[in-house]
């Protein structure tokens, strides 16, 4: 094809080009490399630890991304592909280590521990590949597997065993319930309210982690709205769009 017809902001395919869009792919993999710090930090039950190299892979997450579409990965290296990788990342950080620290930190009912952390990875598994799991506009559809926040808000509230169990087995159900749960990122809908409350929450989650999870009741309150807010919008909007005329 004649280059005048190429897109200017597309970059020529050169070892240059290649290698700057092959290192995304390095930088995703990242991502699993620091999912092994913190199942090492889990076995050692050093749970502040733990979620701070989640946290982590969470940035880079966010990240590869935006710079995968900078680079032009998907043309400068179809060989390679980035979404098999940022899922098979994703499922070591966001279900695989915490499914470990939700069984291995005693918070679960003994009997029931080891059953529900294999309906965690299992469920997560089969979620990660359901070609339904995003909807059109760009909700997720049913729990949308993200047991490191799950984990994060069971070691913050720390309820009973017989309640953590049934809070971890009502997820794993909604795994599989057709309801929208907030993309952070891509939904448009009230995404500036969405950017204020994630950033607080972050902020938040981090003073938590520092003072290992012992925070006021307050700051706990606004870590639950938050969480509250991202799973519950958009069915409180249906619901309200329900009654207009």
């Known amino acids: 094809m004649d280059e005048s017809n190429q897109p200017v902001s597309a970059p020529r395919a050169t070892p240059g080009t290649r290698a700057a869009a092959f290192s995304v792919h390095i930088f995703t993999a990242m991502g699993a490399g620091i999912g092994l710090l913190a199942m090492l930090e889990a076995v050692r039950e050093h749970w502040a630890a733990m979620f701070a190299w989640l946290g982590l892979a969470l940035v880079v997450d966010a990240l590869d991304g935006p710079i995968a579409r900078r680079f032009d990965v998907v043309r400068l290296q179809p060989n390679w592909s980035g979404e098999v990788l940022d899922l098979v990342v994703d499922?070591?950080?966001?279900?695989?280590?915490?499914?470990?620290?939700?069984?291995?930190?005693?918070?679960?009912?003994?009997?029931?521990?080891?059953?529900?952390?294999?309906?965690?990875?299992?469920?997560?598994?089969?979620?990660?590949?359901?070609?339904?799991?995003?909807?059109?506009?760009?909700?997720?559809?049913?729990?949308?597997?993200?047991?490191?926040?799950?984990a994060f808000y069971l070691f913050l509230l720390h309820p009973r065993p017989w309640l953590?169990?049934?809070?971890?087995?009502?997820?794993?159900?909604?795994?599989?319930?057709?309801?929208?749960?907030?993309?952070?990122?891509?939904?448009?809908?009230?995404r500036g309210l969405t950017f204020l409350l994630m950033s607080i929450g972050a902020v938040l989650a981090i003073f938590a982690l520092a003072r290992d999870f012992d925070v006021s009741a307050p700051v706990t309150v606004a870590l639950c709205a938050i969480a509250l807010y991202v799973v519950a919008s958009d069915a409180a909007i249906r619901i309200v769009r329900s009654f207009k005329p």
Do not use: C, E, Q
């Open 91 to 150: 499922f070591v950080t966001y279900v695989f280590v915490p499914a470990y620290a939700i069984t291995a930190s005693g918070m679960l009912l003994p009997v029931m521990a080891p059953l529900l952390g294999a309906g965690i990875v299992v469920s997560g598994a089969l979620y990660f590949a359901d070609r339904r799991m995003k909807t059109d506009d760009n909700h997720f559809r049913g729990f949308p597997a993200l047991w490191n926040a799950a």
């Open 164 to 190: 953590a169990s049934l809070m971890v087995a009502v997820l794993i159900i909604l795994t599989f319930v057709p309801f929208n749960v907030m993309h952070p990122v891509r939904v448009v809908r009230l």
